[in-house]
């Protein structure tokens, strides 16, 4: 006996009719009547006996209708349960980015995301590209914005938003008073750069080389905490120029405290990729993420 059953009995027994309980149930009327007889076969009693135009239940009907009728509401509770249960505890999401990535959109587009959808639950992780990509392979991460694609034959990479390295000055320099700075002015000056992270610093030594300016004396940063900070903060007190990724420096540079040189043969960009396992569910929330980025992109 199916609970199904049990229902489509339990309507017939409170309508007194196969015509009233077909219409409620939304099923043809012989299709009751074969579930009925089906029912009656299966327990080995009658159910039901006719009176004019009506059903009436049998004794045995009577004895169904008392236990059909508590365990279809019990039934009925249990789903209303389980329901209000994912309801409280939605979905998850876990997404990663890298130390770029944050600084430059992540947070405030997992906020909106996260907006329209408020019982789901976001881990927001920011790490290197390394440790997201590791993330990802053991299942810890459902997307990655990573500064590199990945080389993981399970996971596929594909680029998201570039962002421009910037060249920082104090805001009372004199290369601040030119619309277009020549590299070869900028190689001449004392530079500030970070000496751990090479993201920035390697393309930008590049760049110069390839030019043919060798840099001339450097101050490196060696800040285990906020290193781009301690960098921000030498170039505003004077001590000299630098280089970081735009999306760090816009808020100082509205501020005041540095400014901008512009620098037509730099011409450097980073690029962030969307990295996520190749076999991600196309009605998974991951995937889901990943086509509100394709349209979060506009805003960026």
Not at 6 to 14: C, D
Not at 146 to 174: C, G, K, N, W
Not at 184 to 211: G, H, N, W, Y
Not at 281 to 293: A, E, H, R, V
Request: aromatic share 6%; hydrophobic share 45%; glycine share 8%.
């Amino acid at each position: 006996m199916t609970l199904y059953q049990l229902k489509v009995f339990v309507t017939v027994a409170r309508l007194k009719s196969y015509t009233l309980a077909s219409e409620e149930l939304g099923v043809r009327q012989p299709s009751v009547s074969l579930i009925i007889h089906s029912l009656e076969r299966q327990l080995g009693i009658k159910l039901f006996e006719r009176l004019g135009n009506k059903v009436h239940l049998t004794a045995g009907g009577e004895e169904l209708f008392r236990h059909g009728d508590e365990i279809i509401a019990k039934a009925e509770g249990i789903k209303e349960e389980m329901q209000e249960l994912l309801g409280l505890q939605g979905e998850k999401i876990s997404v990663g980015g890298s130390a770029l990535a944050g600084a430059f959109f992540l947070v405030a587009a997992v906020a909106k995301f996260k907006k329209d959808r408020p019982k789901l639950d976001i881990i927001l992780k920011i790490d290197k590209s390394e440790n997201l990509e590791r993330m990802l392979l053991q299942g810890g991460l459902d997307v990655g914005i990573m500064s590199r694609a990945s080389t993981s034959p399970l996971l596929f990479s594909q680029p998201y938003v570039e962002d421009e390295i910037a060249v920082i000055a104090p805001p009372t320099h004199s290369l601040t008073q030119r619309r277009s700075v020549p590299l070869e002015l900028i190689a001449k000056e004392p530079l500030v750069m970070q000496k751990t992270s090479r993201a920035v610093r390697d393309p930008v030594e590049e760049r110069f080389v390839e030019k043919g300016f060798p840099l001339a004396g450097m101050l490196e940063v060696d800040a285990p905490f906020a290193p781009k900070d301690a960098i921000k903060s030498a170039v505003a007190s004077g001590v000299g120029i630098s280089f970081l990724s735009k999306c760090y420096v816009l808020a100082d540079v509205e501020a005041g405290r540095i400014k901008l040189l512009n620098v037509p043969e730099l011409n450097l960009k980073r690029t962030l990729y969307i990295v996520a396992r190749k076999n991600l569910d196309d009605s998974s929330m991951g995937k889901t993420f990943i086509d509100f980025l394709q349209s979060y992109r506009n805003e960026l």
